[in-house]
């Protein structure tokens, strides 16, 4: 078994390695050539964690296995450790023999991002001027300097609960030479393209936040009872997902199908409009929204392309087991 410690990712996987790595297995999920297994997600009673698993089988690909973690909220605070904690196994799908184990922090930023980036490419406008993020902690980072490459963007727009988190997405616009602006959530309607990467259980961006036009990428929502955006938002929006079982049981269309203001049927999947059996956006005027619950086969796409890397590179450890 091939083993890629954590310390060793940041040398391995690039923002574009990721985003092809992304957009292949959407793409793959909804040709039917790739599928998820049912997630676990649960709070363990303890340090308010929430832990859980991720799976699939990647049959284009070859590439099965799952993704074990969580978020322990008092990790920061309390350990100088970052608070979303995950490690990914690959299995052989020939053998079902144990594979590789791979640091899973940095690939879920990385991979969140690459989703959300992959949703700006195929959905926002041509035009798209305006960047609003919703969000402000250690994945938000992830997700600026991603989204950033997607659009000619002349402007950051940023909105916080906790203002004095600002500065970190402020320092990324900076060093992408992009304006950077914090403001209230109605200021939110300036915004061409909006990203939500929030742990939020309350909405914080509502539908009159929120212009003809816009493309919103929900990247938080991946647990039930989680919410980062209004349940009516979703009723004015053409709504994508990663998995459409995964969005309307765990993500941020919970809400607005347990009112019943929107039905499963009308959620379409990103990797038909990456194949071309959806044709995405149609009109400049439309509202797109993109619910990015986070599936196991993103994880473990990242994670097979790292290990091919680090073998390449000669940094994989083998040990047997």
């Known amino acids: 078994m091939l083993i890629v410690p954590e310390r060793e990712i940041a040398a391995l996987m690039t923002r574009d390695a990721a985003f092809a790595a992304v957009e292949s297995v959407f793409a793959a999920m909804a040709s039917g050539d790739a599928y998820n297994f049912p997630v676990v997600r649960e709070a363990i009673g303890h340090e308010d964690a929430l832990y859980g698993f991720k799976g699939g089988f990647d049959r284009a690909g070859l590439t099965l296995g799952l993704k074990a973690g969580g978020y322990w909220p008092h990790n920061l605070e309390k350990r100088k450790e970052i608070n979303h904690q995950s490690t990914v196994f690959l299995f052989d799908p020939d053998?079902?023999?144990?594979?590789?184990?791979?640091?899973?922090?940095?690939?879920?930023?990385?991979?969140?991002?690459?989703?959300?980036?992959?949703?700006?490419?195929?959905l926002a406008r041509e035009d798209a001027k305006v960047l609003?993020?919703?969000?402000?902690?250690?994945?938000?980072?992830?997700?600026?300097?991603?989204?950033l490459e997607q659009r000619p963007f002349e402007k950051v727009v940023a909105w916080n609960l906790h203002p004095e988190m600002l500065p970190n997405l402020e320092k990324v616009a900076q060093e992408a030479g992009v304006p950077f602006e914090a403001v209230e959530l109605p200021g939110m309607a300036q915004a061409d393209v909006i990203i939500t990467i929030?742990?939020?259980?309350?909405?914080?961006?509502?539908?009159?936040?929120?212009?003809?036009?816009?493309?919103?990428?929900?990247?938080?929502?991946d647990t039930k009872g989680k919410q980062e955006v209004e349940a009516a938002l979703l009723t004015r929006a053409t709504v994508f997902t990663d998995e459409v079982a995964q969005s309307v049981s765990i993500g941020e269309a919970q809400h607005a199908v347990a009112d019943g203001t929107l039905k499963p049927e009308?959620?379409?999947?990103?990797?038909?409009?990456?194949?071309?059996?959806?044709?995405?956006?149609?009109?400049?005027?439309?509202?797109?929204?993109?619910?990015?619950?986070?599936?196991?086969?993103?994880?473990?796409?990242?994670a097979a392309s790292v290990v091919d890397l680090a073998v390449e590179k000669g940094v994989a450890i083998e040990v047997d087991f």
């Open 95 to 122: 053998t079902g023999k144990a594979r590789a184990m791979v640091g899973g922090n940095l690939l879920t930023a990385l991979r969140t991002a690459a989703a959300s980036s992959v949703s700006i490419r195929h």
């Open 266 to 302: 009308d959620i379409a999947q990103l990797g038909a409009v990456i194949n071309g059996t959806h044709p995405g956006r149609q009109s400049a005027e439309e509202i797109t929204l993109f619910d990015g619950t986070g599936v196991g086969l993103q994880d473990l796409a990242v």
């Open 198 to 221: 929030t742990s939020a259980f309350e909405p914080s961006l509502m539908a009159d936040h929120v212009s003809l036009g816009t493309h919103i990428a929900c990247m938080g929502t």
């Open 132 to 147: 609003g993020m919703i969000g402000a902690g250690h994945q938000a980072t992830f997700q600026l300097r991603a989204a």
